[in-house]
């Protein structure tokens, strides 16, 4: 059993389960994918629509074709775009990075909707608390 710890109201509760039910969806302590990557961009302004698609269309081939365990496109204040992606480990995405572009027209809209581009942030999962949606929706 693992211990499952978090703030409430300045108070730290512990739980021993070690997942449970999250309204549908399965919740797991573990300590994550081994390799994950942070990205940030500034977009050319009305650029935001075409670089949704592009990278969504990206994301998915990455998954579905190169081994990526998914990812997240946020955006945030100030302009700024975050995307989150989550590998099996930095051999496995070189490897998919090292074959042609998944999507050459989808790469190249990305490149062109970005104004300014930050450098990546390699980050080491410690721990994974993330609620992940089940298969059958219930």
Known sequence: MVAMCSIVGGRLLTSKKRSTKVQGSEFVNTKGPGFAVLYRWRLHEGAEESF?????????LLLSERGSL?????????????????WPSAEAREQA?????????AGRQMVEAVAESFPEIV???VSDLMVLPSKNGA
């Open 97 to 105: 990075f090292a074959l042609e572009s998944v999507d050459p027209e």
């Open 70 to 86: 998914g990812s997240r496109l946020h955006r945030g204040p100030e302009d700024l775009w975050y995307s989150y992606a989550q």
């Open 123 to 125: 980050l080491e999962s």
């Open 52 to 60: 949704v698609k592009a990278w969504t269309r990206v994301s998915e």
